[in-house]
């Protein structure tokens, strides 16, 4: 039975003891154990069906926190760090030996994240370890946004659910590692590459075909059941007009005879509350049974960027 509710100092208790908690952040719920503990942390990978050589990221109170775990970190992490943290941004930093081999994939190094939820962030400061948690989602699914996204995918499997409500980022953390003087952005997320910009060169680096960098980067990821395009909806909807499609798309309401549903992201076309939505609405629309997902190529800007590189790994087929 997996037990659901807002109670802070049930869910310590139960990571102390090695256990499983889903915990809320503003990006994405997580799948947390105690990082510091290759048992606990060996329990996420099973749970999720995640393979063992994607590392996780392991979630701390504060910056202050990051030199226990991680050695020569650049000056820039904490410049960026004033800037974006408690925030959806995860660093990638040469890791300490305190942190066991298990949590990071088998890698020398490790993702450290200060989540900014408040919940999320009151349970670490009740704890004497860091939290891993990926996001709270079987492998290769959509990363869940609410409690109940947790428990229809995990129900069973876990102890407990903390719930914190429905993510206000809606997208995972940007995931940045650090190379000759630059910011290399490996994934991309809560926090824009043009934001990142601003503390110095950036390359982004996140379509590596294999997804070697950052192991995570599989790209088959956050898959629907229903088969899932992306492009331009007008072409899109032209060539597959024969089937009973649902359509995504960031403002445009798009009827047409073969158009079971359609979401609508964002009807000012604001591409944060886009972000916001995508999840829950892709889970709605996978619900449907439709022939075909057709989504909007967002523009590549802002969290355009993430959006798309979402919506790319959700339409590929693997
Ligand atoms: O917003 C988030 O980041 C959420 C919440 C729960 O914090 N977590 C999350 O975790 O999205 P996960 O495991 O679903 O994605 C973490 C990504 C993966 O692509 C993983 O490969 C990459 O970060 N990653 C973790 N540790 C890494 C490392 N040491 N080197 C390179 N990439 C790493
Ligand atoms: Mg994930």
Redesign the pocket.
Known sequence: MTEVGTDIRRAAELLRRGELVA?P?E????LAANALSSEAVLKVYAAKGRPAF????V?VASVAEFARYAEDIPDIVFALAAKFCPG?L?F?LK?KTNIPDET??G?N???L?V?SHPLALELLQQLDFPLA????NPSGFI?PVTAAHVTEQLGGKIAYVLDGGACRVGL??T?I?FENGKIVV??A??VTVEALREFGPVEVRMHAATGA?????LKSHYAPKTRLIVGNLKLLLDEHAAKRVAVLSLWELVRGENIVAWEVLSPSSDLTEAARNLFAAMRRLDALGADLIVAERMPDHGFGLAINDRLERASYDA
């Open positions: 915990i952040t990006t994405v719920y997580g994607n590392p996780l990221i979630h959806p995860t990638i890791k990071t994939g890698g190094s490790v993702a994240r989540p948690a990926p996001s709270a990363s995972e953390s995931v590692a490996l994934r997320g809560g960098g950052s192991p995570g980067l």
